[in-house]
T-cell receptor, first 110, second 113 residues
Framework: QKEVEQNSGPLSVPEGAIASLNCTYS??????FFWYRQYSGKSPELIMS????GDKEDGRFTAQLNKASQYVSLLIRDSQPSDSATYLC??????????FGTGTRLKVLA | KAGVTQTPRYLIKTRGQQVTLSCSPI?????VSWYQQTPGQGLQFLFE???????NKGNFPGRFSGRQFSNSRSEMNVSTLELGDSALYLC????????????FGEGSWLTVV
């Protein structure tokens, strides 16, 4: 079992819709969770971090964390074509090592 | 505030050669980590440095090494290059606290031929 799992996609959504990206992790001691966006040929850029159970909202983005289910998700409201990218979920078990999923490719259709 | 700076951005090497990649962290960040990204394996952790000491190491062969200088700048070296070492090498920096957000540089694209 991979330590951090994501559906590779592509996930296709129409412009203006809500995109829902999911991530599960195996290490129960994980404490910090991150979502990065990576455009083709570019490096990952941070979208959000979340540390506590529940929802965290930042503009059009909402991260949701459920430690009991070992599940973290990212919702993108009012999806735009510019949101088309690969979204990486990262988990830190409280060390200086971060474990990344292989990413979900999102395509927002105009 | 300047971001993480990596050099060189692109390079082509021949099998058997060695390569050194450089990374300057965000000002004030003393933790520097390195990742390898390939299409098949995704982002894989190489190692992490703080105060010139390696604190964590990933599951890579000894051909992959790194170091950190007193000004927090870091270098990684790959010796005896193999075709499979072709990848995007990413440096990330963060404030020194476990689980803190890490910020990536633009990466160094290495092609081994």
């Amino acid at each position: 079992q991979k330590e951090v799992e994501q559906n590779s996609g592509p996930l296709s959504v129409p412009e203006g819709a809500i995109a829902s990206l999911n991530c599960t992790y195996s290490d129960r001691v994980s404490q910090s969770f991150f979502w990065y966006r990576q455009y083709s040929g570019k490096s990952p850029e941070l979208i959000m971090s979340i540390y506590s159970n529940g929802d965290k909202e930042d503009g059009r983005f909402t991260a949701q964390l459920n430690k009991a289910s070992q599940y973290v998700s990212l919702l993108i409201r009012d999806s735009q074509p510019s949101d088309s990218a690969t979204y990486l979920c990262a988990v830190s078990p409280g060390t200086y090592k971060y474990i990344f999923g292989t990413g979900t490719r999102l395509k927002v259709l105009a | 505030k300047a971001g993480v700076t990596q050099t060189p951005r692109y390079l082509i090497k021949t099998r058997g050669q060695q390569v050194t990649l450089s990374c300057s962290p965000i000002s004030g960040h003393r933790s520097v980590s390195w990742y390898q990204q390939t299409p098949g394996q995704g982002l894989q952790f190489l190692f992490e440095y703080f105060s010139e000491t390696q604190r964590n190491k990933g599951n890579f062969p000894g051909r992959f090494s790194g170091r950190q200088f007193s000004n927090s700048r870091s270098e990684m070296n790959v010796s005896t290059l193999e075709l499979g070492d072709s990848a995007l090498y990413l440096c990330a920096s963060s404030l020194d606290s476990p689980g803190n957000t890490i910020y990536f540089g633009e990466g160094s694209w290495l092609t081994v031929v």
